[in-house]
């Protein structure tokens, strides 16, 4: 069974400060898709990134795709409260599946 | 481009009772899941479908059933619900099958 571990599962900072949310599994994936949600609404889908190595930046947010492309980070730099949410990866295997990590419910204290 | 909807936003039923929701693609997406987040929690796989057909299911029981329609909008049916079934239920559409999966609202239910 593939699995997609998230670490922390839960992780409180003040805001200014940066965090790193990771997503670890020993399988390889053709791609990996990094979600936010916040309560009440659906995920909404930050990034996918594809290629090994691979490295994404959205404003505060750096995505990186393991070279193995079995594992991925999400850095946030200088967190602020409207970063606070459930954030979820999601690895797309052989057969098309998306595989979901647990998430990491972040909350950013003023 | 209107998002994926789903209806109705909160259901409340009791034990034992049937459900029905509902969930609408974004236009041009032919594939659709469904997914079932406990409060607080990751998402579960239930269903896919894709050009009317259920391509894969989750570890669910068979009273978790649906279906898509000819418009690729789909029904997810829960029978004999039970207090555990309560949770959100989250409908997403992809315009292929290895696209990303865009997400509507979800339907919260309630068992009493």
């Known amino acids: 069974t593939q699995l997609l571990e998230q670490s922390p599962q839960f992780l409180s900072i003040q805001e200014g400060e940066n965090l790193t949310v990771y997503c670890n599994s020993s399988?390889?994936?053709?791609?990996l898709q990094w979600y936010r949600q916040e309560p009440g609404e659906g995920p909404v889908l930050l990034v996918t990134v594809v290629t090994g190595g691979e490295v994404k930046k959205l404003k505060r947010l750096t995505f990186q795709f393991g070279d193995a492309r079995k594992d991925s980070s999400l850095h946030i730099t200088a967190a602020q409260p409207g970063d606070t949410g459930l954030y979820l990866c999601a690895g797309t295997d052989s057969n098309y599946q998306l595989i979901w990590g647990a998430g990491t419910k972040l909350i950013i204290k003023p | 481009e209107a998002g994926v909807t789903q209806s109705p936003t909160h259901l409340i039923k009791t034990r034992g009772q049937q459900a029905t929701l509902r969930c609408s693609p974004i236009?041009?997406?032919?594939?659709v899941y469904w997914y079932q987040q406990a409060l607080g929690l990751g998402l579960q796989f239930l269903l896919w479908y894709d050009e009317g057909e259920e391509r894969n299911r989750g570890n669910f029981p068979p009273r978790f059933s649906g279906r898509q329609f000819p418009n690729y909008s789909s029904e997810l049916n829960v029978n004999a619900l039970e207090l555990e079934d309560s949770a959100l239920y989250l409908c997403a559409s992809s315009r292929q099958l290895n696209q990303p999966q865009h997400f509507g609202d979800g339907t919260r239910l309630s068992i009493l």
């Open positions: 236009s041009g997406h032919t594939s």
């Open positions: 399988s390889v994936f053709s791609s």
